[in-house]
């Protein structure tokens, strides 16, 4: 009898423990997915409308490719290279939503042989070739993916480009920009305009997303990763697929005509020269003023202070500043004359050699040189030509189709500068 009643509790045991085993298993699972979706989204998609987002078209431009590699970092990493595996992951993301996708290229080519023009340089024949694509394709908005890149390895931090022909376009570029920071740690980076030839040239609003800066170290590391890399596409598609939600929600800020406020750059001091380099914060693209000395500036004629200023821009920061050079020093400008309030400045097409291939090193090297005549000769535009020739390029993003107006924007106060 004690046996049969040791047996019945034996099988009454065996059967709570497997019970309690089961309910253990699945808590596990439970907490598992419950663990893989929190990492899946790290930040509320509450708000996103997947109505908003299902059935629009996109075009994915991974730049760069084939003979051009882009900028290139110190362990050789190209951007060719990582342009592309972002942009494929980017697509996979969409392709999951409903969301038909245009690749400007899924392989490592250029375009440089298309449009047949001779008379056209092999990068502008290649970018002209990316802009048919998006616009024939009718697509509802462009993303064009790049890597930064900086003389000097200071910089960090992924940021977004836009033209100010159409509003949308600073909207999308915004909202990317607030992704980009939220899912890939503090950046105080901001949207900034730019004139590259691909957002000037396409109709449907679009972006630049420079995914980080290949000249900095650290950066270079994570863009050779494919965790990181990962993480950009989910950025940039979650800040896309918020810009969309807002548009069909009609959640979106009026913006104005103008892009930027009427801003102007301060007086300069008589017998002083105001020449502007780079600030070495991490937060923006800004240039900050640096002002000399220069007796009996204003007696020279207007063309000779120009070539002065020019040359004392291409001398480099003071001993002792903090600022960076935007252009290296040497002997870059062939030539420079006036045409009414219009500087005309011929470059040396060496320098290009020099502006390594990061949107960035061009966007300020170009506006160091502008925004530096414009404020010590009251200039209303400055034209840039390369070697003599107009519609040339320095970096490969900006061509140089049309004179240059200022930027005061990018430029802090003649009170902060170093004296």
């Known amino acids: 009898m004690s046996r049969v009643k040791r047996k019945r509790i034996y099988i009454i045991n065996l059967v709570w423990k497997t019970e309690y085993t089961y309910g253990i298993l699945i808590f596990m699972l439970l907490g598992f997915l419950y663990g893989w ?3 899946r989204q790290t930040v ?17 431009d991974a730049g760069h490719g084939g003979i051009d590699p882009g900028a290139v970092g110190r362990s050789g990493l190209e951007e060719k290279e990582i342009t592309l595996d972002v942009a494929k992951r980017l697509k996979r993301y969409f392709s999951r939503v409903g969301v038909y996708v245009v690749m400007t290229r899924e392989a ?10 001779r008379r056209l340089t092999k990068k502008r024949r290649d970018l002209l070739h990316r802009v048919k694509i998006a616009n024939e394709s009718e697509a509802d908005l462009l993303l064009s993916i790049h890597v930064n890149s900086f003389p000097q390895s200071i910089w960090s931090g992924a940021q977004c480009f836009y033209d100010g022909k159409l509003p949308e376009s600073k909207l999308l570029a915004v909202a990317i920009q607030k992704s980009l920071a939220e899912r890939l740690g503090p950046n105080r980076r901001k949207a900034q305009q730019a004139e590259y030839l691909l957002l000037k040239a396409t109709t449907m609003p679009a972006v630049t997303v420079e995914v980080g800066f290949i000249s900095n170290p650290r950066e270079e590391e994570l ?11 989910e950025a940039i598609f979650y800040g896309t697929a918020e810009y969309l939600t807002a548009l069909e929600t009609a959640a979106r800020p009026v913006l104005t005509s103008k892009v930027y406020p009427e801003l102007s750059f301060p007086s300069v001091l008589p017998g002083t020269v105001c020449l502007y380099y780079a600030t070495p914060n991490n937060e923006d693209l800004a240039f900050k003023p640096e002002v ?3 007796p009996h500036f204003e007696e020279w004629q207007r063309e000779e202070r120009g070539k002065l200023v020019l040359k004392e821009l291409l001398k480099g920061p003071g001993e002792g500043s903090a600022l960076l050079p935007c252009l290296p ?16 400045v011929d470059i040396d097409a060496a320098l290009a050699e020099s502006i390594n291939g990061g949107g960035a090193s061009e966007l300020m090297a170009l506006y160091s ?23 040339a390029t320095l970096g490969g993003h900006i061509f140089l189709e049309e004179p240059l107006n200022p930027r005061p924007e990018f430029s802090a106060g003649l009170n902060d500068s170093n004296r």
């Open 369 to 391: 040189l502008v925004n530096t005549l414009a404020v010590n000769l009251d200039l209303n535009a400055v034209s840039i030509l390369v070697d003599g020739a107009k519609n």
């Open 44 to 60: 509320k998609t509450t708000k996103l409308l997947p109505s908003a987002i299902s059935g629009k078209k996109i075009v994915i």
């Open 37 to 39: 979706t929190s990492e």
């Open 329 to 344: 020093p040497g002997e870059w400008v062939r030539s420079f004359r006036l045409a009414g309030e219009t500087a005309v």
């Open 223 to 233: 863009l050779a990763d494919a965790e990181y890399r990962e993480k950009l596409a």
């Open 292 to 294: 000399r000395e220069t």
């Open 108 to 117: 490592d080519l250029d375009y440089s042989g298309e449009n047949g023009d």
